[in-house]
């Protein structure tokens, strides 16, 4: 998958991008990541990519014009391109956003500064607006490294285990059940003993409760998509009545 960043700060990029997973999947021709300094996009003799905002107020705003030509240049490569535009005034960027983003060939993410871009760049160029959640950032590259990062788990061959991105939180619309590993006890806390029973079925299903329970607790609100059997909704119910 071909990802290219229109960004004023690619030095940024630097090991988010090219250590561990992502790195590997680069090396293995599964992602084609390109970064385009959009400073270089611009034509006056100080490469000034802002400007004050019409209608006065605090800040500054990206140019429209080294934003449109660096978007028609890159266009040029990509023709396929989805372009995404980061901004805390887009659609949430959540699991359902990643797996949809990865069956695209080509994206194209701007990283915002400032105040944020002319909007007439999301006008003439942007497909979607994408939001990383309730908060706002200095700028769009952390948002653009987060969105690549989790688009990436849903290509195949980037996940060494390929299961793990269906088991992982989000995954069946529940949160992950809790995970141990060696020692069987730390400090007194001991390793639930369904895990260490070998019985595969008991494993499940205790994985499944404690899945139902954590996102009781911290995202009651996936409970309402979730796919849940009769007895499932049995434990939901006995969660609650604790809770109350
Ligand atoms: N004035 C903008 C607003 O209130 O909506 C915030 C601009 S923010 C300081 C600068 C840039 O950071 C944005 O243009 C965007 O690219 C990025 N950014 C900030 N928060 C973000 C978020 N929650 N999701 C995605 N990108 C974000």
Same mark, same amino acid.
């Given at each position: 998958?071909?990802?290219? #960043?229109?960004?004023?700060? %690619?030095?940024?990029?630097?090991?988010?991008?090219?250590? @561990?997973?992502?790195?590997? =999947?680069?090396?293995?021709?599964?992602?084609?990541?390109?970064?385009?300094?959009?400073?270089?996009?611009?034509?006056?003799?100080?490469? +000034?990519?802002? &400007?004050? %905002?019409?209608?006065?107020?605090?800040?500054?705003?990206?140019? !429209?014009?080294?934003?449109? =030509?660096?978007? *028609?240049?890159?266009?040029?490569?990509?023709?396929?391109?989805?372009?995404?535009?980061?901004?805390?005034?887009?659609?949430?960027?959540? &699991?359902?956003?990643?797996?949809?983003?990865?069956? *695209?060939?080509?994206?194209? #993410? #701007?990283?915002?500064?400032?105040?944020?871009?002319?909007?007439? !760049?999301?006008?003439?160029? +942007?497909?979607?607006?994408?939001?990383?959640?309730? +908060?706002?950032?200095?700028?769009? *590259?952390?948002?653009?490294?987060?969105? +690549?990062?989790?688009?990436?788990?849903? #290509? $195949?061959?980037?996940?060494?285990? %390929?299961?793990?991105?269906?088991?992982? @939180?989000?995954?069946?619309?529940?949160?992950?059940? $809790?995970?141990?590993?060696? $020692?069987?006890?730390?400090?007194?806390?001991?390793? %639930?003993?369904?895990?260490?029973?070998?019985?595969?079925?008991?494993?499940?299903?205790?994985?499944?409760?404690?899945?139902?329970?954590?996102?009781?607790?911290?995202? $009651?609100?996936?409970?309402?998509?979730?796919?849940?059997?009769?007895?499932?909704?049995?434990?939901?119910?006995?969660?609650? =009545?604790?809770?109350?």
């Amino acid at each position: 998958m071909k990802f290219d #960043i229109l960004t004023l700060f %690619p030095a940024m990029f630097e090991g988010p991008l090219t250590e @561990s997973i992502i790195r590997r =999947a680069t090396d293995k021709g599964l992602l084609d990541i390109r970064l385009h300094q959009l400073r270089d996009y611009a034509t006056d003799r100080h490469k +000034v990519v802002d &400007d004050a %905002p019409y209608g006065g107020g605090d800040g500054m705003v990206m140019k !429209v014009e080294p934003l449109a =030509a660096c978007i *028609e240049a890159v266009k040029a490569d990509r023709p396929k391109a989805r372009i995404i535009l980061t901004t805390p005034r887009g659609r949430l960027f959540d &699991d359902a956003a990643a797996r949809e983003l990865a069956g *695209e060939e080509e994206l194209v #993410i #701007i990283c915002g500064r400032y105040e944020g871009v002319d909007e007439r !760049v999301r006008e003439l160029f +942007v497909d979607d607006e994408f939001s990383i959640g309730d +908060v706002v950032l200095t700028g769009g *590259e952390l948002a653009a490294m987060m969105m +690549v990062d989790a688009i990436a788990r849903f #290509i $195949p061959g980037v996940l060494g285990s %390929p299961g793990s991105a269906e088991t992982d @939180s989000f995954g069946n619309g529940l949160l992950e059940y $809790p995970h141990y590993t060696r $020692p069987a006890e730390f400090r007194g806390l001991a390793v %639930p003993g369904v895990l260490l029973s070998g019985n595969h079925a008991e494993v499940a299903r205790w994985r499944r409760r404690k899945a139902i329970e954590k996102t009781l607790q911290v995202r $009651p609100d996936l409970l309402r998509q979730a796919d849940l059997t009769d007895e499932e909704r049995r434990w939901l119910a006995e969660f609650e =009545a604790c809770s109350r």
